[in-house]
C-alpha cells in the first residue's frame, strides 16, 4: 500500500562523489590514498559499469556514520572501460548525482622513466614499446581527460606535493566553494600540463641578475619586495584579481570546484614565486580558498 511504500523507500543521504583515472603511472594509487586518509571511502580498480550501482548502495544504506563522500579509482584495464564509464556518468547525471571527475596526467617522458624506474610494463604495451602503450592510452583517454572537472599535472611532482595538492583541492566540505592552485613554474622546464590560466612573468626585471638578490628566492622578503616594487607588478594583480571575479563567480554556478593559475618566470624561482604568493592572499575570499605549489623551486 502506498503508506507502506513510503516507510520502505530508502532515503538518498547527501552524497559526493568523485571519480579518480587518468594515465598509468601518473599517480591514480597515491591520489587514492590521500582521499582515503581524508576521510572518504575509496573504491579501487572499480569496474566503470559498477558506479551505478555503488552510488545507489552507499546512499540509501543504514549506517551509524553514513557514507557521504565516495571515490573510485577507475583505469583502462577494465574492460570496455571507455564506453562503460561514459554510460556511467551519463546515468548518474540522469539520477540526479554530480560525480566530479578526476584526471591525472603526465608528460610521455615522465612516464616512460617512472615505468623504466618500477621496471614494469605498461597495461596497453602488448608487444611493442613502453612509449607505444603510453600513446595508445593517451589517444583513448583523450576526450576523457577533455571532459574531466579536475586535471593534475604530476609531472614535476613528487608523492609529498601530489599528497599536498589532492589534500588541498579535497579539503573537507563546509569551506570555499571553488579553491584556486597558483602555481610557480620556470618556463626553461615547461609549462605546467593542467594549467587553466597561465601568466609571464618576465616582464619584470630579474632578481637573478643582482648578486645580493641571486641566492634568495621569491620566498623570501628581500626578493618578494624587489618584485613587488617594479613598475606594473601591483597593476598585475589587480587586473588578475578582475578577472578572475566574474570567473570564480561562473565556476560556483557551474559546480567547478578547483582552478589552476600558472605564474611563469625564467627559473621558478624569483618572480613567478614571489607573485604566486602574491596572487594567492589577493584572491582569496570567503568563498574562493587558494593555495601555493612551487613546482621548480631547488631545480637549480
Not at 564509464?85 to 608528460?107: C, I, Y
Not at 599535472?153 to 601530489?162: E, F, I, M, P
Request: glycine residues 8%; hydrophobic residues 40%.
Amino acid at each position: 500500500m502506498p503508506e507502506a511504500d513510503a516507510q520502505t523507500t530508502p532515503t538518498r543521504a547527501p552524497l559526493e562523489l568523485v571519480i579518480v583515472t587518468g594515465m598509468s603511472g601518473a599517480g591514480r594509487t597515491t591520489a587514492g590514498n590521500v582521499l582515503e586518509d581524508s576521510g572518504w571511502y575509496v573504491v579501487d580498480n572499480l569496474p566503470p559499469h559498477l558506479l551505478v550501482p555503488l552510488t545507489e548502495l552507499a546512499s540509501t544504506a543504514e549506517r551509524t556514520t553514513p557514507i557521504t563522500r565516495i571515490a573510485a579509482v577507475v583505469d583502462v584495464r577494465a574492460r570496455g572501460f571507455f564506453a562503460h564509464l561514459q554510460q556511467s556518468l551519463g546515468e548518474l547525471r540522469e539520477r540526479g548525482w554530480q560525480p566530479n571527475l578526476v584526471f591525472l596526467d603526465a608528460t610521455d617522458e615522465a612516464l616512460v622513466r617512472r615505468f623504466e624506474s618500477v621496471r614494469r610494463p605498461h597495461p596497453l604495451q602488448g608487444e611493442g614499446r613502453l612509449l607505444d602503450g603510453i600513446v595508445r592510452e593517451r589517444d583513448l583517454l583523450e576526450d576523457l581527460r577533455a571532459d574531466a572537472q579536475v586535471v593534475i599535472d604530476t609531472s614535476g611532482l613528487n608523492v609529498h606535493q601530489l599528497t599536498k595538492k589532492m589534500s588541498q583541492v579535497f579539503a573537507e566540505p563546509g569551506g570555499p566553494k571553488v579553491r584556486i592552485a597558483l602555481m610557480s613554474f620556470g618556463f626553461k622546464y615547461g609549462v605546467p600540463l593542467d594549467a587553466d590560466f597561465v601568466f609571464d612573468m618576465r616582464f619584470l626585471p630579474n632578481p637573478f641578475w643582482i648578486p645580493e638578490l641571486r641566492n634568495f628566492s621569491g620566498r623570501d622578503a628581500p626578493v618578494a619586495e624587489f618584485v613587488m616594487a617594479q613598475e606594473g607588478a601591483p597593476e598585475f594583480i589587480d587586473r588578475v584579481v578582475d578577472l578572475m571575479r566574474p570567473v570564480t563567480a561562473g565556476y560556483i554556478r557551474e559546480g567547478r570546484r578547483y582552478v589552476t593559475i600558472a605564474v611563469g618566470c625564467t627559473g621558478g624561482k624569483h618572480r613567478s614565486v614571489a607573485m604566486a604568493e602574491a596572487l594567492a592572499v589577493a584572491l582569496g575570499s570567503t568563498d574562493v580558498g587558494t593555495f601555493v605549489v612551487h613546482r621548480d623551486l631547488g631545480q637549480e
